[in-house]
C-alpha cells in the first residue's frame, strides 16, 4: 500500500530529526546510527532485507538533506537577507 509505504517513509524521517534534536551532540547521533545499521541484521537476525536497508540510508540521506536546507535557509535569513 502506497499510504503505508509513505507513512512509513515520513516516520522514519522524523524520527531521525527528532533523534538528532534531542542527541546530546552529533558525534553520538551519528555514532548510534551507525549502530543501528549495523545491528539490523547482526548475528543472524535477518530484521530488513538489502532493498530495505537500501531504503533506510536513503531515507537517512533525505533527512539529512531537509536538516541542510533547513540549516540553510536559517542562515540566509539570518546573515543575508
Known amino acids: 500500500d502506497i499510504t503505508l509505504l509513505k507513512e512509513l517513509k515520513d516516520s522514519f524521517i522524523e ?31 535477518n530484521i530488513v532485507g538489502n532493498s530495505e536497508k537500501r531504503l533506510l540510508e536513503q531515507l537517512q540521506l ?9 540549516w540553510l535557509d536559517d542562515f540566509k535569513q539570518n546573515y543575508i537577507l
Not at 524520527?15 to 543472524?44: C, H, Q, V, W
Open 15 to 45: 524520527g531521525y530529526i527528532t533523534f538528532l534534536s534531542e542527541s546530546p551532540d552529533k558525534e553520538t547521533f551519528y555514532t548510534n546510527m551507525k549502530r543501528f545499521f549495523k545491528e539490523l541484521n547482526a548475528n543472524g537476525r
Open 62 to 70: 533525505s533527512a539529512e538533506v531537509l536538516l541542510n536546507d533547513k
